[in-house]
Structures are given as C-alpha cells and as structure tokens.
C-alpha cells in the first residue's frame, strides 16, 4: 500500500509541486537565515580565530574580545612567573584612524604583536615576510583591508575601480607613516574594518603614546599542562581572566572566550531577534503553505481514502499511507530547500558576503524542523480522514 | 427463482433499525428492517430516494451499526462487532462497486485493481499477477498502465468491477452501479456482474434506481419507508414509477 502511497502523491504533480515550493521554501528560509546569521555572528569572536594562543589572558572585567581593557606592562611579568606557563606574550588591539594616501579616513583595527616571538601573527601571508615587520614603521595588512582601503580610480568603461594596497604602499596612523610589508589572509571582523599587524612596541607609537597598551596576553602552557587548569591558576594567582581559545561556542564552559563573546553578542545586540524572525517566518510559512497544501491533497483524495476504508484498510494504513506521503514531501523538500540554501551560501562566499556557515546542527535542525512540518500536516490529514465514515461511499 | 430461494441465506437482517441524530432532528432510516439475500443471488434493493436502501446496504456492509437487530452475512453476526473486527470482516468478504467508481485518479489502472490485495497484504508482485487476470476477465487487457481517467464511464465501470472481485469476495455490494452508463453499457456491465457472480459461495446486493436493469436480479426487494415492503422475482410487478 504505501507504494501506492507514493504514486498517489506524485501522481499529482501540481498539488506536489506546490507542496515542495513551500517546503523547500521554509527549508531555504531557516537553513539560509540561520547559517547567515552564525556566519555573521562567527566575525564577532575573529580576534580569537585569527590569533591562535592556547590562553588568553586578559584585565577581569573584560566580557568578550572585542573588548579591550588594557592593562599594565607588569602583568606580562606576573603571568610569566605564573607555575605552568611556557610562555607569555603581549598583545594590542585598538581601533585607529588610518590616513589614505588620497586624503581619505577609515577605520582600522590595530593589532601589536610580539616582535621576538611573533605570537599572534596572521598565519598565512600571500605577499611579505612576517620577519619585515622588524623593520622601522612597517604594518602587515589583510586582504580585505588592502581592498578596503584601496585607491579608487576610473576604468576604461568609465566605472569606478578599485587597486587594492600592496607592499610597498604606504598610509599614516596618528601622522606616523606606516609602510606596507606584508598582505596576509585572516577572518574579517564584525566591525567590518582592516587589520593592520605591527609590534607591538611600535603601536605605542601609533597610540600616542597611551600609558596602557597591554590589551590582552597570549599564554602556552608547559608541555602536560591543562589549559583549563592552568587558567583557574592564572586567575588565582594574578586577579586577570584567563580564556581558552576554544573557537566551539557549542560548549558549556564557560572560560571560551569565543563562546563567551557570541553570547555576549547574542544577550546585548537585536541580530538574533531579527535573524529568529525571519526564521520563525519560514517555519511559519512552511506550516502554513504544506499544511495548507497537504490538507487540500487530503480533501480531494478523502473519498477515495473512504472508499480504502470501506475496502477494510484500518485507519493504522492509512495513516502510514498520509505519514509516507507527508513526510517523503518533506525530505524533498528539505533536500531541495538546503541545497538552495547551500547554493546561495557559495555565492555569497565568493562574493565575500555575508558570510554563511551551516553547521552540521543548522542542517539537522532544518531537516528535524520541515519533518515536523511534514508530521503537522500528516496528522491533520489523519484526523480528518479517521473522521470520514466509510459509509460515506454509498452517498454519490 | 425458488432455486435461489432454496439456497442458504447469504445475508439476513432482522428488525433492524436505524436512526439519526436525536430530539427534534432525528431521523429514522430503518425501521424493523427485515432482509433476506441467498448464495448464488443477485438480489436488488429498490424504493423511493430516502426509503433506506442506502443505509441497509450500509448496515449489510458493516460500515453502519445498527441501533437493534440482528444482522448476519455468510453466518457472521456483524452486530456487536468491534470497529476493528468490522473492517478486518469487510476486508476479507466483501467487495464494492461504488456508483461514482471512486477509482483513484492518480493511480493506474492496475494498481486501483491491486487495492484490495494490498489491503488484505498481499505481496506486490502476488497482487500485480491477480490483478492483471481480473482486469483480463473483465475485458480490459492492455489497459493496465493507462490512468483510469482516459477510459470510458463502462471500462472504469469494468475496471470497479475487476477491483471488487479481484480478492474473490463473498459478498459483492453494488451502489448504483449503472447511474452513470447509458443503456447499452450499463446492461453490459450488469451482464459481468451477473456472470462474474455465479457462484454458491458468492452474493450480489445491488442498489438502483434504474428500472433498465431490473432484469438481471434474480428477486429484488422494495422498500419504503425504511422497511422491505415486499420481495418479487418478476420485475413486471413493480411499479417502476414509485421508484
């Protein structure tokens, strides 16, 4: 029976069609909005991804980390004398104005960086050598930035066209010229803003001279030393906070400064509000188009339904008949609706925006949720068939 | 005709009565409806539109339980069944010919035919073999894959006929069966479903309005008024215009 089951469903192709339209439909809007979203909310915690350090650590009142309170040079020494530490480095991170070569302003987020270990340099440069920013007032530059900040020019069709900085080029930070070394490939940031790499001795320098500039300290614990553990030792033995660098924000624990800074995110900003609306309307849409849609397949097919019932089918077959029917439109329509969502998702990642990541939970929550889309609509078909009398059959 | 009469009772109803909603709204269907059917029998049920033909092919058929009475097919008490023993006895004894065919559209021609096969859970390729016989029996081999929209009011006739038979049931009920076939075809089908019951083990009810087809009853029983007024065996003596 419930291959018959399936012929009756695709046997009518435009009450299907219309059925996987609002499924597929329901499933692009919540696949496509959610993996958006978190691949918006993924820039929040950039500093943590782009600056790979087992610990961060960082002043206590420090929430998330874009979130810099600086500290003073001396506590780099009191975390390095901490017991199970390898290693300390100091990090900065501040937001600047550059001067563009054309007169122009933007906005750049400032990034010191060790100048003996290099802890925290961008791990992949496509132009430069990181050990150039030893020179006198050289930056490294990210893709983006380079494009960002970029000279606009006329093309030969009279449009705008942008040539992107390379090494060489320079800018001036608070009037000191800073000579581009290096182009690297990092994850860009919420702001939206380059990042420019420097020492951070020199971003003293870039700061005018600010009496703090100790924003965060990047730690690697001796060989056999938890991280976890070592961080609760940091925070004893000095009052800072001491993060992992766990990039997972799926975890309970509560010392991952990526997790701890998409939360932050989530708690203080509307981005979830109104990505969870244009979801909570695809889920909206989704039941009310295929239940809408299923129901009237159902009506139209409720005197033949009658008629099985008639024939002796219990309502136990026919309603595995409507759950088969149901739930195969969903997975269709789940399929059709992600692989829309995924398509678009490498558009816009080839495009540079937004960004779009569909975690393996986007992909099983869509398919959880267009199944319990399928299973409403089943269920309200099976209610009204099990009330249809059979008798119903001998009336014309 | 008394050779029918003296085969066994197929179906028997005894003061059975039926009726609908309560107080003010109630209406009744049956009233002490008393019925008789013999193996071998095709036996007609006529009357006036609201006489209760309809709901004692209903009652026959278990898809209505009658308030009192006693109702029997192929020595099966049916009153006093459960629901599900109703549905499992409708799927192993009877057969239905609907008068609108209820034959799904979406469906081909054969996999309407296997319905009942599946039903009762037969395999698909046991059910696809019995059905391609039947469907070859009533006249319409070749036309298998077709849809049964393309065919003929008779052929989709044919094609409810060949679906009610296909799992050799007891019982055959018919609804109005020719309401929708000119003269030629509705005789034609009326003709299989004679030939097609011809068995001892088999009954045939059939309900109509359609005096046409009066000649191939062996008895037919008129109602009125929720009862059976009374069983002929000759068509001529009915009055055809009360019906």
Same mark, same amino acid.
């Given at each position: 029976?419930?291959?018959?089951?399936?012929?009756?469903?695709f046997?009518?192709?435009?009450?299907?069609?219309?059925?996987?339209?609002?499924?597929?439909?329901?499933?692009?809007?919540?696949?496509q909005?959610?993996?958006?979203?978190?691949?918006?909310?993924?820039?929040t915690?950039?500093?943590?991804?782009?600056?790979?350090?087992p610990?961060?650590?960082?002043?206590?009142?420090?929430e998330?980390?874009?979130?810099?309170?600086?500290?003073?040079?001396?506590?780099?020494?009191?975390?390095?004398?901490?017991?199970?530490?390898?290693?300390?480095?100091?990090?900065?991170?501040s937001?600047?104005?550059?001067?563009?070569?054309?007169?122009?302003?933007?906005?750049?987020?400032?990034v010191?960086?060790?100048?003996?270990?290099?802890?925290g340099?961008?791990?992949?440069?496509?132009?430069?050598?990181?050990?150039?920013?030893?020179?006198?007032?050289?930056?490294?530059?990210?893709?983006?930035?380079?494009?960002?900040?970029?000279?606009?020019?006329?093309?030969?069709?009279?449009?705008?066209?942008?040539?992107?900085?390379?090494?060489?080029d320079?800018?001036?930070?608070?009037?000191?010229?800073?000579r581009?070394?290096?182009?690297?490939?990092?994850?860009?940031?919420?702001?939206?803003?380059?990042?420019?790499y420097?020492?951070?001795?020199?971003t003293?320098?870039?700061?005018?001279?600010?009496?703090r500039?100790?924003?965060?300290?990047?730690?690697e614990?001796q060989?056999?030393?938890?991280?976890?553990?070592?961080?609760?030792?940091?925070?004893a033995?000095?009052?800072?906070?001491?993060?992992?660098?766990?990039?997972?924000?799926?975890t309970?624990?509560?010392?991952?400064?990526?997790?701890?800074?998409?939360?932050?995110?989530?708690?203080?900003?509307?981005?979830p509000?109104s990505?969870?609306?244009?979801?909570?309307?695809?889920?909206?849409?989704?039941i009310?188009?295929?239940?809408?849609?299923?129901?009237?397949?159902?009506?139209?097919?409720?005197k033949?339904?009658?008629a099985?019932?008639?024939?002796?089918?219990?309502?136990?077959?026919?309603?595995?008949?409507?759950?088969?029917?149901?739930?195969?439109?969903?997975?269709?329509?789940?399929?059709?609706?992600?692989?829309?969502?995924?398509?678009?998702?490498?558009?816009?990642?080839?495009?540079?925006?937004?960004?779009?990541?569909?975690?393996?939970?986007?992909?099983?929550?869509?398919?959880?949720?267009?199944?319990?889309i399928?299973?409403v609509?089943?269920i309200?078909?099976?209610?009204?068939?099990?009330?249809?009398?059979?008798?119903?059959?001998?009336?014309? | 005709?008394?050779?029918?009469?003296?085969?066994?009772?197929? %179906?028997?109803?005894?003061?059975?009565?039926?009726?609908?909603?309560?107080?003010?709204?109630? %209406?009744?269907?049956l009233?002490?409806a008393d019925?008789?059917?013999?193996?071998g029998?095709?036996?007609?049920l006529?009357?006036?539109?609201?006489?209760?033909?309809?709901?004692?092919?209903?009652?026959?058929?278990?898809?209505?339980?009658?308030?009192?009475?006693t %109702?029997?097919?192929?020595?099966?008490?049916?009153?006093?069944?459960?629901?599900?023993?109703?549905?499992?006895?409708?799927?192993?004894?009877?057969?239905?010919?609907?008068?609108?065919?209820?034959l799904?559209?979406?469906?081909?021609?054969?996999?309407?035919?296997?319905v009942?096969?599946?039903?009762?859970?037969?395999?698909?390729?046991?059910a696809?073999?019995?059905?391609?016989?039947?469907?070859?029996?009533v006249?319409?081999?070749?036309?298998?894959?077709g849809?049964?929209?393309?065919?003929?009011?008779g052929?989709?006739?044919?094609?409810?006929?060949?679906?009610?038979?296909?799992?050799?049931?007891?019982?055959?009920?018919?609804?109005?069966?020719?309401?929708?076939?000119?003269?030629?075809?509705?005789?034609?089908?009326?003709?299989?479903?004679?030939?097609?019951?011809?068995?001892?083990?088999?009954?045939?009810?059939?309900?109509t309005?359609?005096?046409r087809?009066?000649?191939?009853?062996?008895?037919?029983?008129?109602?009125?008024d929720?009862?059976?007024?009374?069983?002929?065996?000759d068509?001529?003596?009915?009055?055809?215009?009360?019906?």
């Open positions: 029976m419930y291959r018959l089951a399936l012929n009756m469903l046997g009518d192709r435009a009450k299907l069609a219309m059925l996987l339209c609002g499924l597929a439909f329901s499933a692009l809007l919540m696949a909005q959610t993996s958006v979203f978190f691949g918006i909310m993924s820039w915690y950039t500093p943590v991804y782009n600056i790979r350090a610990i961060w650590v960082s002043d206590p009142m420090v998330q980390a874009n979130d810099a309170k600086p500290m003073r040079d001396t506590d780099l020494y009191r975390v390095r004398s901490v017991d199970g530490v390898a290693w300390a480095a100091p990090l900065h991170t937001f600047l104005q550059a001067r563009m070569q054309d007169g122009n302003f933007k906005l750049i987020t400032m010191g960086i060790d100048a003996d270990t290099f802890a340099a961008p791990a992949v440069l496509s132009q430069g050598l990181i050990e150039d920013l030893r020179l006198p007032n050289t930056v490294i530059v990210d893709e983006w930035g380079a494009q960002l900040m970029g000279r606009v020019t006329k093309g030969p069709d009279g449009k705008d066209v942008v040539i992107p900085l390379k090494v060489g320079t800018f001036e930070v608070n009037d000191l010229e800073a581009i070394v290096g182009i690297c490939k990092v994850r860009r940031a919420f702001t939206g803003g380059p990042f420019v420097t020492t951070y001795d020199r003293k320098l870039y700061t005018l001279g600010a009496r500039t100790l924003s965060f300290m990047l730690v614990p060989a056999g030393v938890d991280p976890d553990k070592l961080c609760a030792r940091i925070e033995d000095t009052g800072l906070k001491a993060w992992t660098s766990d990039t997972v924000i799926w309970w624990s509560d010392r991952s400064l990526a997790r701890n800074t998409f939360w932050w995110f989530w708690k203080n900003t509307g981005i509000f990505f969870g609306t244009a979801v909570a309307l695809g889920l909206f849409v989704g009310a188009v295929s239940g809408q849609t299923f129901y009237s397949f159902v009506l139209e097919n409720l033949y339904f009658a099985i019932k008639a024939m002796g089918a219990g309502m136990g077959v026919i309603a595995r008949m409507l759950l088969i029917q149901a739930l195969t439109a969903g997975l269709l329509g789940f399929g059709l609706g992600v692989g829309m969502a995924q398509a678009i998702g490498r558009a816009m990642i080839e495009k540079g925006m937004p960004p779009f990541i569909m975690f393996p939970q986007i992909f099983w929550a869509t398919l959880a949720l267009v199944l319990g399928s299973l609509s089943a309200i078909g099976i209610i009204k068939v099990s009330r249809v009398d059979a008798a119903t059959v001998f009336r014309g | 005709m008394s050779t029918h009469a003296a085969q066994p009772v197929a %179906v028997r109803t005894h003061g059975v009565d039926m009726f609908f909603g309560d107080g003010e709204t109630k %209406v009744t269907a009233k002490q019925f008789e059917a013999n193996r029998e095709l036996i007609m006529v009357g006036p539109s609201g006489c209760g033909k309809t709901t004692l092919l209903s009652v026959i058929a278990g898809t209505l339980t009658p308030q009192t009475g %109702v029997e097919v192929f020595g099966q008490r049916l009153d006093g069944l459960s629901q599900e023993e109703l549905t499992t006895f409708r799927r192993k004894h009877l057969g239905f010919v609907f008068q609108s065919f209820n799904i559209p979406t469906l081909s021609v054969l996999e309407n035919v296997m009942p096969l599946l039903i009762q859970g037969a395999s698909h390729d046991v696809v073999t019995k059905a391609r016989a039947m469907l070859e029996k006249g319409l081999k070749g036309r298998e894959y849809q049964p929209n393309a065919l003929s009011g052929q989709q006739q044919r094609v409810a006929i060949a679906r009610a038979l296909v799992h050799e049931p007891s019982l055959l009920i018919c609804d109005e069966p020719t309401s929708a076939l000119d003269k030629d075809t509705g005789a034609q089908i009326m003709q299989m479903v004679r030939d097609l019951s011809r068995s001892p083990e088999r009954c045939v009810v059939v309900v309005h359609d005096h087809i009066f000649r191939f009853a062996d008895r037919i029983a008129e109602m009125e929720g009862r059976i007024r009374r069983v002929v065996e068509a001529s003596l009915l009055d055809t215009n009360q019906l």
